[in-house]
């Protein structure tokens, strides 16, 4: 994710991202957001509803130690999420198959070939290195 994109989230969210500046023995958060800009909108939707949960909810504090994409898809790892507050997680997760990660759009497919990726159809057609 662009440093401009992260910012804001760590900016809206200081509790869930608390542990960014740590080193790398201690969380993987130090490798900041792993993800393309396109899930922008999808991780602040997941960390407002996280973070309301705690609020209001008394739900326990969610720490992210590692947010990145693999085999396309979003994974937000954590320390202390309740099992509701992990369902939301999932929920988000399985969500970021169908949102192109490049620009966010709603009519992605995921790629086959290659490095998996999930990409809408105008992204993979721009996309070089990845099959098509």
């Known amino acids: 994710m662009s440093p401009k994109l992260q910012k804001k989230l ?3 969210y200081p509790k869930i991202f608390q542990d960014r500046k740590k080193s790398l023995t201690q969380t993987a958060m130090c490798w900041g957001i792993e993800t393309g800009d396109g899930w922008f909108w999808l991780l602040d939707l997941l960390c407002a509803m996280l973070q309301f949960d705690t609020d209001h909810n008394q739900e326990p504090q969610v720490i992210a130690s590692q947010v990145k994409e693999k085999y396309g898809g979003l994974r937000f790892y954590n320390n202390g999420a309740s099992d509701t507050q992990e369902g939301i997680i999932r929920l988000a997760e399985r969500m970021s ?7 966010g759009s709603t009519e992605a497919t995921q790629n086959k070939k290659g490095w998996i990726l999930t990409l809408c159809k105008k992204c993979r057609k721009n996309r070089k290195d990845i099959g098509r």
């Open 10 to 12: 760590f900016k809206k």
């Open 97 to 103: 198959y169908s949102i192109c990660e490049n620009c």
